[in-house]
């Protein structure tokens, strides 16, 4: 309807990030379905002299938007015969550019590790799981949680991941002849070796390899009949739809969002529609139509009972997910002996996710073959002698607590190597999985260094980064982050409400993350700050001025309050007392000022579901790793290693996960201040001030992980890492 199409501009007052579901409205619109439908939404667009859309919806809607397009052309060739419109105003709208955002909790389109909303969707579904949980344990019962997702299980695969889920129901990988009785002597086992507790997620969409629908009632009749199990059905429904966006979700909603305009600037009337996706951690342009076809092939496949297709056609990210659950959920218990020992050990602060992958390290440890043996309290601990074996049922419940389980210390090995090495050898240990932050990192160096005075690090060693600070060098992300970022978006949203009933108020907010200033970027783009100060962008009182000039500009306009970011170790001299002082002074009769550091909340609390699955995830890959490395390494009835290629960083770099030599990255580290040489989020600087209305250019170059990889057709391996 003509009356619904609003003009934005600055001046108006929008409160769409902290608002889940979408301010604008959004409606499954039958009248769009018809020609004649469509023909009124031509005269609509072309009075208001609008010809680029961004659409923002499932497949339907984008397959209705690409309609749009290819009938542009007849709609205002037939809307000027009726006299609806001038033929010039159809010769000067003669071509619509469009251009798609995939918002979808499902995340069920093709051609995007991440639909906008998903991420969200998740964040309310592993509350929900985390409370079962716990009244779960303490009545010794079992849980049906049925979750959304259509015919999609991606949340229902993603949540049984962070939750450890004894079982899940897929619609894409339907369970084999004779699951009943599997599923039973598996929850039987469970309880048998005292786990009170268990959880079996069931996708909305889920069917057995027959095509018949598997419903959650179905299967809490089957525990009861079969097992006499209190058993509890949960059914989540519109719950996940609801809820503030996690900051995962605001800043890919951003930067889709960024893309998505950049899109439609370049736009020719040869440009062919392209939808705005994410592989991995960059965004992509891909055809829109190929990506809705190979959607729709999904559907066909599972209709023809082709699942294997339907998973490879779900992408890399859903496959890789998919094969890291049955690694860790195998139906027999019994496992081949490698004769391999393998260590595992948190160095550094702790960080959330860093259980889940201690976790997941175990567990594959023990399908691999391996004896897994946990270290306790990093470095330290290790020479200290503090090793013990430990088994399958020990890690049981890891992967939603928060910190370090193991124990975690910033102690480096150097100090320690006569009695690490002595450690070693008592207890033949063939691997080291280090999990940790800079320390880790720099305790792997200094290993790898003493390999020719000590023989005993002549092993495989691989890390994984797990810090909330992100300044682990060779990867984009590191464990733990994401929670913090979260934690940070979540008490900013609050310190902002709170101020909605004062008015004219100025909260400065201090962030951890040492002299990487990723956390008070993103948090800052994800909260919607007005600025944010970090190290890697120096700034004088000039900016301090301006910045306080903008919030005085701000401050009488319908939005009076302002929101400021420091990263702790921005400016030895513009500390968080200086800059509170000076904003106070010069907003003095304008607004008043408030400060709040953060400090170590930022550390606490359980794992986002982001964490919880990139913890699984890559400590599953590394294991594997490290089993190919023991098995290349072994001669002559013994582990020797002493290449580069046998000490590694497992890092997420743009699209793929890959392991990097540790004695290549040195290169590329700022050992003085603890961080990576080249950071991407740096170039999304921008973006954050142009949402706090700065009058700033953007230019295309600075778009960082939103570089273009231009219209091309999807390919199955090209569907994310993550």
Not at 24 to 45: D, H, T, V
Not at 48 to 58: D, E, F, K, S, W
Not at 99 to 128: K, P, Q, Y
Request: hydrophobic residues 40%; charged residues 25%.
């Amino acid at each position: 309807m003509a009356n619904l199409i609003k003009t934005l501009n600055k001046k108006n007052k929008l409160p769409f990030l902290l608002q889940g579901g979408t301010v604008i409205g959004s409606a499954r619109c039958k009248a769009f379905r018809s020609r004649e439908g469509r023909l009124k939404a031509a005269c609509n667009l072309v009075q208001r002299g609008i010809t680029n859309l961004c659409v923002i919806g499932g497949d339907g809607s984008l397959t209705g938007a690409n309609l749009f397009r290819e009938e542009w052309s007849g709609l205002l060739d037939e809307l000027v015969k009726e006299g609806k419109i001038e033929a010039s105003a159809a010769e000067e709208y003669s071509h619509l550019n469009i251009v798609g955002m995939v918002g979808s909790i499902d995340n069920d389109f093709c051609g995007t590790d991440m639909t906008i909303g998903t991420d969200s969707a998740l964040h309310r579904i592993i509350e929900v799981v985390d409370a079962i949980m716990t009244t779960a344990q303490s009545h010794q019962r079992t849980f049906v949680l049925e979750v959304m997702g259509r015919h999609c299980g991606y949340l229902a695969l993603v949540s049984a991941l962070a939750c450890g889920a004894d079982w899940v129901f897929l619609p894409e990988s339907p369970p084999e002849e004779g699951w009943e009785d599997l599923m039973c002597t598996k929850l039987s086992e469970n309880r048998a070796r005292k786990k009170r507790l268990n959880i079996i997620i069931v996708s909305e969409g889920a069917i057995d390899c027959h095509n018949n629908a598997i419903t959650s009632e179905k299967i809490k009749e089957l525990v009861v009949s079969q097992l006499g199990f209190d058993t509890r059905v949960t059914i989540l429904g519109h719950v996940q739809r609801g809820g503030t966006p996690s900051a995962f979700d605001r800043i890919l909603a951003s930067r889709m969002g960024v893309e998505c305009v950049l899109a439609l600037l370049e736009a020719t009337p040869e440009t062919p529609a392209c939808v705005v996706s994410l592989c991995g951690n960059q965004a992509v342009r891909l055809p829109l139509m190929e990506c809705v076809q190979m959607t729709q092939e999904v559907q066909k496949a599972m209709d023809e009972r082709r699942f294997a297709d339907a998973v490879t056609l779900r992408g890399r990210s859903f496959e890789n997910n998919l094969n890291t659950y049955k690694l860790l959920s195998p139906l027999r218990s019994v496992f081949f002996q490698s004769n391999f020992n393998v260590a595992v050990l948190n160095v550094g602060a702790p960080a959330a996710g860093m259980n889940a992958a201690v976790r997941s390290a175990v567990r594959v440890g023990i399908t691999e073959g391996h004896k897994m043996f946990a270290v306790s309290d990093g470095f330290e601990g290790f020479a200290k002698g503090q090793v013990k074996e430990i088994k399958w049922g020990d890690v049981g419940g890891w992967t939603g607590q928060g910190g370090s389980l193991l124990g975690t210390k910033r102690t480096l090995p150097a100090k320690y190597f006569d009695q690490i090495a002595e450690q070693i050898r008592t207890h033949s240990i063939n691997s080291l999985l280090v999990i940790g932050g800079f320390e880790a990192y720099e305790g792997m160096l200094e290993l790898a260094g003493a390999r020719a005075t000590y023989e005993e690090f002549c092993i495989p060693m691989c890390i994984l980064p797990s810090t909330i600070s992100n300044n682990v060098p060779g990867t984009d992300l590191t464990l733990g982050a994401d929670t913090a970022l979260n934690a940070i978006v979540e008490t900013c949203d609050r310190i902002k409400q709170s101020a909605s009933g004062t008015k004219r108020r100025v909260f400065i907010i201090e962030t951890m993350g040492g002299y990487c200033g990723y956390l008070a970027n993103m948090g800052g783009l994800a909260a919607g700050a007005d600025a944010a100060y970090i190290f890697e962008e120096q700034f004088d009182i000039r900016e301090l001025q301006a910045n306080v000039e903008h919030l005085t500009e701000k401050m009488k306009t319908s939005i009076q309050r302002g929101l400021v970011l420091r990263n702790e170790n921005c400016n030895e001299n513009y500390t968080t007392d200086f800059i509170y002082q000076l904003y106070s002074e010069e907003g003095r009769g304008v607004f008043d000022c408030r400060k709040n550091v953060l400090g170590h909340m930022q550390q606490g609390g359980a794992p986002s579901p982001f964490d919880r699955n990139f913890g699984t995830k890559i400590s599953a890959k590394a294991i594997q790793w490290i089993s190919r490395k023991l098995k290349e390494c072994y001669r002559k009835g013994r582990v020797f290693a002493n290449t580069e290629d046998t000490v590694c960083l497992l890092g997420m770099r743009r699209r793929a996960l890959v392991f990097q030599p540790v004695m290549q990255l040195r290169d590329e580290t700022d050992f003085k201040h603890r961080i990576p040489k080249e950071q991407w989020w740096l170039k999304l600087r921008p973006v954050m001030k142009i949402l706090a209305k700065y009058k700033t250019s953007y230019d295309i170059s600075d778009s960082g992980q939103l570089e273009h990889v231009h219209v091309r057709r999807p390919k199955h391996s090209d569907m994310g890492a993550i």
